[in-house]
């Protein structure tokens, strides 16, 4: 007999949400499905997802809820409110936030749903739209380890590489110093670009022969190639990113530590973000070097 697949929501249905869904649907778990704009859930329900009015609907038909949404007000809102993910989640059952958020935020959405007779895990995630495309993201859970079992095979339909890192907090810890290796990594990145230009090399050969010895990394092999041809549309958007290094500089500061690379790195993400660029791709700090160059010249 075929065991009877464990019923999913998922909450969030952005550039990434949609394909992480599309993988759990196609393995053969109902599905149901909420997003604020209702559209983008069409593909979806074509495919035979169930759409739900709101978030506290979603969790009252699943055994498993996952959320990935923007910020952690919205985190706040769709888990602690009344009538919210916790207060309808049937007794027993998981709820998992993908959503890069605090992890003291994460730590409190434990406990209350603790409290109820519900498991909550942190599951932040990293790899794009790319590794959600391909179901090769990279997943970092904090939460207890009879949860994490038992939502693992779920998680495998989205990611290739799946930790539990500790306890609740620990997975949202884990994608700061994540968010933290890729802003100084950008930085580099755009030098590397921006110099090579300066020089008076064709900056694409450079990355042909840098991005096979030792600065190799996807950041330049996979993003520097699409600063050069000025590509910005968005795997990730500058303003999610914007929000994960203040996350991550409050986080630096509560624990004392300085990081000016991280610093630096946002100063120059907020100003694209001024200047109108936050609903592009984190590459997208080329255009911050590609001004200086000019005034320089």
């Known amino acids: 007999m075929t065991e009877k697949k464990l019923s999913v929501g998922f909450i969030g249905l952005g550039i990434m949400g949609q394909h992480m869904a599309g993988h759990i649907l196609a393995a053969g778990h109902p599905l149901n499905i909420y997003n604020r704009t209702r559209a983008k859930g069409d593909a979806l329900v074509a495919r035979g997802a169930k759409w739900c009015d709101g978030p506290g609907a979603v969790a009252e038909a699943s055994d498993i809820t996952i959320t990935i949404v923007g910020y952690p007000a919205d985190v706040e809102q769709i888990y602690l ?52 495309k391909a179901g090769k993201l990279a997943i970092m859970l904090g939460g207890d380890p009879e949860s994490f079992e038992r ?19 620990a997975g949202q810890h884990t994608k700061m110093a994540n968010q ?82 991280l610093a630096l790195a946002r100063s120059l993400y907020l100003k694209l973000v001024d200047e109108g660029f936050g609903e592009e791709g984190t590459q997208a700090l080329y255009r911050a070097y590609n001004a200086i160059h000019a005034e320089a010249r």
């Not at 990730?236 to 986080?251: G, P, Q, R, S, Y």
């Open 151 to 169: 939502v693992l095979p779920v998680l495998e339909l989205m990611g290739g590489n799946i930790a539990l890192m500790g306890k609740a907090g």
């Open 180 to 261: 933290i290796a890729i802003a100084s990594t950008m930085l580099a990145v755009a030098e590397s670009i921006s110099y090579a230009d300066a020089a008076g090399l064709e900056p694409m050969q450079v990355l042909k022969v840098i991005g096979t010895g030792a600065a190799s990394s996807f950041l330049l092999n996979g993003l520097g190639p699409k600063m050069v041809d000025e590509d910005f549309a968005p795997g990730f958007f500058i303003h999610h990113f914007v929000k994960d290094m203040t996350i991550a500089l409050n986080e630096a500061e509560r624990l004392g530590l300085d990081l000016p690379g």
């Open 81 to 132: 409110s009344e009538g919210g993910l916790i207060a309808k989640a049937r007794p027993g059952s998981v709820l998992i936030d993908m959503t890069t958020s605090s992890p003291a935020l994460a730590a409190k959405i434990a406990q209350v749903a603790l409290a109820r007779g519900v498991s909550a895990l942190d599951a932040p995630v990293s790899g794009g739209d790319i590794g959600a």
